[in-house]
């Protein structure tokens, strides 16, 4: 299930929810269920499955093949990540999206800047 997402920009889209729910336990603990993209994207970044990045991207290529934005897409902008790993998932992501997606692409631009100035944007 995809939701379209409003901004400034033409068009976008998330692929899923990342949580469909989370109930705290007696215990403090909490009761988490997330999609099935949500949960493969938590195995990836905090239990370290790389294995689940081919399945990210399948689901990616996929979405985007359903809409008419490829001959419209030139680059790939990568978000920074919020977090400093040996492993940056996001990183990988586009990277075997850009070698999946057609010829027409300039690859992908990795952004550098301090991620904890990327915490502190609002929305105007």
Not at 3 to 11: L, M
Not at 44 to 55: H, I
Not at 113 to 122: A, H, Q, R, V
């Amino acid at each position: 299930m995809s939701y379209k997402i409003h901004g400034r920009w033409k068009a976008g889209w998330a692929l899923d929810l990342h949580t469909v729910s989370s109930i705290k336990n007696d215990d403090g603990t909490y009761t988490t269920t997330r999609s099935t993209i949500g949960e493969a994207l938590f195995q990836l970044k905090y239990r370290n499955q790389v294995q689940n990045v081919d399945f990210l991207v399948n689901e990616l290529v996929n979405f985007l093949n359903t809409r008419m934005v490829l001959p419209y897409i030139d680059v790939i902008i990568a978000t920074p990540p919020s977090v400093q790993r040996n492993f940056q998932p996001v990183y990988e992501i586009c990277h075997k999206v850009d070698t999946i997606l057609p010829n027409q692409l300039q690859g992908v631009f990795y952004p550098t800047c301090d991620w904890y100035l990327l915490l502190c944007l609002t929305t105007p």
